[in-house]
């Protein structure tokens, strides 16, 4: 295959034109446009070193509390549910980590919470329950103007073509359908990503993890962030002592849009 020609950078009859100087702001461009993009996180390698370390620690011992083959027969082994409630505030900080935040906050249109945060493992040479197109709103065929959840997948391991980086299928957040399979053989792109970045989505496009053909696991730390209307995973502020966060992190992780148990309790919310 010959290589590409030089990209034209000059432009004539254009009223309109997109702004994006900034390494987030590209970021927030790429996801508007195209329905993903990739985000350094702005962690050393020290810092990458520790996350890699209590990813495994926080494995090891979800699998100890819950039992290994009660989590197989739930084909929930490859995963770590609620993982803002371990590594001792590690996972916690990931989830407010400052470039994502500034990204979200130009992606969806006022308040956004966090919905969830799981550890994902792609075992080696082995099939497993994200190998499969979807959208992280899932059984949903409909299109926004605005995002309504943005998917953040933390590299913990480089995502490369031979370990299975994530496929998605471009712009496909702005089609309801899902679309034919000679369209995905045709049209579907591999992401590639190195430790410590983000692989952003707009929730709405469908992406695939791709099949782990290397020897060792492929990690990750899923995070989906969504306007406050949609009810969140699992409750996370009956799981995280929300005594020495910020008023940012209590919003965040969704302390001020709880369901209000009583009349009294809904009434307070409007006095505020």
Known sequence: MSALSKIPSQSYGILQRGAASTMLDQAVEQVRVLGYATLDAGYADSELDAISKTFDASLASYQSEHGLPFLKDLDEHNNIRLMSTRGDGM????????????????????????????GIVNPPKEDYNQGAWHRDLPYQHFTSSTPLAINALFCVDDFTFENGATFVLP????????????????????????????????????????????????????????????????NIPASVD????????????????QEPKTLGEFFGTRKK
Not at 95 to 118: D, R, S
Not at 187 to 195: E, G, L, Y
Not at 242 to 257: K, T
Request: hydrophobic share 40%.
């Open 91 to 118: 996972f916690l900080r990931l989830a407010l980590n400052p470039n994502l935040l500034q990204v979200l906050g130009k992606l969806i249109t006022g308040k956004f919470i966090l919905n969830q945060q799981n």
């Open 171 to 234: 712009a496909s957040h702005k089609s309801a359908e899902f679309p034919s399979d000679a369209y995905v053989q045709k049209n579907a792109v591999q992401i590639p990503a190195k430790a410590g970045q983000f692989i952003l989505l707009d929730c709405m496009t469908f992406h695939s993890g791709g099949y782990n053909a290397s020897n060792k696991v492929r990690r990750a730390v899923n995070h989906l962030y969504n306007i406050p209307y949609f009810k969140q995973q699992i």
């Open 242 to 257: 929300g005594a020495g966060l910020s008023p940012q992190a209590r919003e965040i992780l969704g302390f001020d849009f």
